[in-house]
């Protein structure tokens, strides 16, 4: 064998690069430099895939401060691989990446104008992928800064305006790593919202003229609509600004209430409605159809219950006297007008007239004129009594009245009381009382009262008496039967007398037929005489004595003739008859 030869192996180990954590950088920022570590006495030598990013395509050593570049929109990135040497040996490539955010923009902003109350919400647009935005007035109900979406509910309290200004910054955000744009700034100006001072409703009658209505708000500029629900007042239904006076109307019979809704706008910014009324009442009237009434002096009116068109109407009313003589009246009052008892005390008419006026929520409507006639009490003079015979007629009464016109009705007053001797009287009646033949057949005077009533317009007064008395006709009785005698007797003496006292007597012969003798006296008082009555006539012949009976007084009244008869036969003779002779 030959001789051994000695050598050695050296193996140097293999070099590691220490692992390089990523990196990210915004546009524009300068990296520092980047130093690798690993295995002792290593090199290193790295490369660069993209040199969009503003680094090198290559290099050894440290990689040197460089600003990193990134004009798009979207990241940039680049790996960057680091490979070790250590004495020729060549380690494991350590990959790592350099990330270059975009600058972001955020795109323009209109500045916002909008209502108290009003949610506002915006979300910015831009390149960025977050937006920080800051408030410098909180009082608009925004907070002082925020990021992303804006949204929150603007408030205004005032009557001005309130204005935020809002300042925008985009950015980019990658591996933690935010990149600010440029800033954005714009205004958020808040209204207030109009709110209409308190209008007043308006209490109108029919055809009364309306006030202006203007309308007013604590916010500068505002501006009106207004809509009326009930153009039948005379109101258009709707207009803007103020409303003009108009005649309001209402031809019903019920309150018609006009509602009016005011909308206020005011930069803008519409405003809450506000409403007010007019209530227009409708003219009431007096529906009475009877206006009138007539009644006799000392009656009681009637009660007139005032009539309307309109429910809950009232009524108050005054009265005129049309002279001194009328008492009783009340001549002012409200409600219904109310009895009276009411007292004329002339020989006319005399009338009392009201005047009634309806009134409904202090709306008066046309008057009314009612007249109340009260006709006086007509009064009768006093009628002279008479006194007749029975058989006579009276004279007809003259009625007199204090009240021209009067007319008079009459009855007999108990009439149930007059004896049926009384005969040929009338037991009621109207007009005059007309003169008629009265009998009285008993024995004594009767005295019919009539009971005479005047009567004007209507209107009975007081019953005056008419008294008169019918004084019998007596009767002559006889106190023998007619005689019957014969020629050349004496007839018997005759004693007339009545049931009526105190009756007189006169007779007469009234019939004294010829050749009759021995009539001495042919007419008397008291008794009729005996006298001696013969004749030579063959038959028999009658003597008729009338009596009549007369009352004594201041009425004295002959009663009804009455015929006594005496009868005289004649004497028998025998006339002179001749001898006859026969077988």
Not at 69 to 88: F, W
Not at 387 to 399: M, N, Q
Not at 533 to 548: E, F, G, K, R, W
Request: glycine content about 10%.
């Amino acid at each position: 064998f030959g001789a051994p030869t000695s050598f050695d192996y050296i193996i140097n180990p293999t070099p590691v690069v220490d692992s390089i954590a990523d990196l990210t950088l915004c546009a524009g920022e300068v990296l520092p430099q980047i130093d690798f570590t690993g295995t002792s006495g290593s090199t290193f030598s790295w490369n660069n895939d993209n040199l969009q990013v503003g680094l090198s395509g290559s290099g050894t050593g440290s990689i040197l401060s460089f600003t990193g570049l990134n004009s798009g929109l979207q990241p940039l990135s680049s790996t960057v691989s680091v490979t070790p040497t250590l004495n020729g040996c060549v380690g494991v490539e350590e990959d790592f990446l350099i990330t270059v955010n975009p600058i972001p923009t955020v795109d323009p902003i209109v500045s916002i104008d909008t209502c108290s109350g009003s949610l506002v919400s915006y979300a910015f647009t831009g390149t960025g992928n977050g937006y920080n935005w800051s408030n410098d007035n909180t009082q608009t109900g925004l907070l002082g800064s925020g990021i992303d979406l804006l949204s929150f509910t603007a408030v205004n309290s005032g009557t001005q305006a309130l204005v935020s200004t809002l300042t925008v910054v985009p950015t980019y955000s990658l591996n933690g790593v935010a990149c600010s744009g440029n800033s954005e700034v714009f205004t958020i100006s808040v209204e207030p919202i109009p709110y209409v001072n308190s209008i007043s409703d308006q209490e109108l009658c029919n055809g009364e003229q309306t006030q202006l209505v203007s309308f007013s708000s604590s916010v500068s500029s505002t501006s009106y609509s207004w809509i009326n629900d009930t153009p039948q007042i005379g109101l258009a239904s709707s207009g803007a600004v103020e409303i003009p006076s108009f005649t309001a109307l209402n031809s019903g019979n019920t309150l018609v209430s006009s509602l009016i809704t005011v909308s206020p706008t005011a930069n803008g910014c519409a405003g809450p409605d506000s409403t007010f009324q007019f209530l227009v009442s409708p003219t009431p009237t007096v529906s009475n159809t009877n206006v009138s009434e007539t009644i006799c002096s000392s009656e009681l009116s009637s009660e007139v219950t005032w009539l309307s068109n309109v429910l809950g109407t009232t009524f108050s009313w005054t009265g005129v006297v049309s002279s001194a003589n009328l008492s009783g009246a009340t001549l002012n009052g409200t409600g219904n007008l109310p009895p009276m008892t009411l007292v004329n005390t002339s020989t006319t008419p005399e009338t009392v007239t009201y005047t009634v006026v309806p009134e409904v929520n202090g709306c008066s409507g046309p008057s009314l004129e009612y007249t109340i006639t009260v006709n006086p009490t007509p009064i009768l003079s006093s009628i002279i009594s008479q006194e007749i015979c029975g058989g006579t007629a009276f004279t007809t009464p003259v009625f007199g009245s204090t009240v021209l016109g009067s007319s008079y009705s009459w009855t007999l007053d108990q009439p149930n009381q007059v004896p049926t001797s009384i005969t040929g009287y009338t037991l009621s009646g109207t007009g005059d009382l007309q003169g008629t033949i009265i009998n009285n057949s008993g024995t004594s005077p009767y005295t019919l009262t009539y009971l005479i009533t005047p009567i004007a317009n209507g209107c009975a007064g007081s019953s005056v008496p008419f008294s008169l008395t019918i004084n019998p006709a007596p009767v002559v009785t006889f106190d023998l039967g007619p005689q019957l005698i014969c020629s050349g007797e004496m007839s018997d003496l005759v004693t007339l007398s009545s049931p009526t006292s105190g009756a007189t007597f006169s007779w007469s012969v009234t019939n004294l037929p010829s050749g009759v003798s021995g009539v001495t006296s042919t007419q008397g008082t008291g008794t009729i005489p005996s006298y001696s009555l013969s004749h030579v006539l063959s038959t028999a012949q009658t003597l008729t004595i009338t009596a009549t009976a007369t009352t004594s007084g201041s009425a004295s009244c002959p009663g009804a003739p009455t015929n006594y008869s005496i009868t005289i036969n004649p004497i028998p003779t025998v006339s002179v008859v001749s001898d006859q002779v026969i077988c």
